[in-house]
Every structure is written in C-alpha cells, then in structure tokens.
C-alpha cells in the first residue's frame, strides 16, 4: 500500500474517531461535523491521485456527489421525522433508505445522461 493510501486512510479514521469521541457529549456539534464535506474532498483527492491527476475522472465524481447531496438531506429529514415520532432505529432506517435509494435512482436516470 502506498504511503498516500496510507494517509488518506489515516484521515478518514482521524474523522471517523472525532465524531464519535464528540457524539458522546456533545451530540449536535457529532452531527454538524458529520455533515461537513468531509468525505467529498477526501473522496476526491483519494480519485484525482488515483487517476493520475485526470480533471475529467474528478469532474464526473463530482457530479456523481452532486446527485448524492439532495436524497442524503432527504434521508436526514426522514430520520429526524421518523424518530421523533417514536420509530424504532431499524423501522426509521429501512424507510429512509428506501427513499433515498429512490431518489438516487431517480436522479441518476436525470442528471447521468
């Protein structure tokens, strides 16, 4: 494994530890960070080094995320409505991902042409 494998992986999990070191206390602040883009420039660095620098490769990854963003907020939507009305976690996780996989699919026939 590379050492620039190496490092994007250490970075996903400096990310992955941080939340959940702040979800124990201070849950909104776990969900905030959660909800950086975070993961897209990382995503995206991990495919433009990976491609060798290819702009196209990284344009169309980009739009790929863009086509992820809008079902993702619906999904956190749905979670939040869902709980708060007293749904279990595996009730409130099968609805919401059932709607965002059709958004996505729904987007995909649209903005993938």
């Given amino acids: 494994m590379s050492t620039l494998k190496i490092y994007q992986l250490g970075l996903a999990m400096v990310i992955l530890v941080t939340v959940a070191f702040l979800s124990e206390r201070f849950r909104g602040v776990a969900g905030i960070i959660t ?57 409130v996780l099968l609805i919401a991902y059932g709607i965002w996989l059709t958004l996505v699919l729904v987007g995909y026939r649209f903005l993938m042409r």
């Fill in 35 to 91: 909800a950086m883009p975070l993961q897209i420039p990382l995503a995206m660095w991990i495919v433009y080094s990976n491609t060798g620098g290819n702009s196209q490769s990284t344009t169309e990854f980009a739009r790929g995320a863009v086509l992820g963003i809008v079902p993702t907020g619906v999904f956190c939507l749905v979670c939040w409505g869902a709980l708060s009305r007293g749904l279990t976690l595996p009730q």
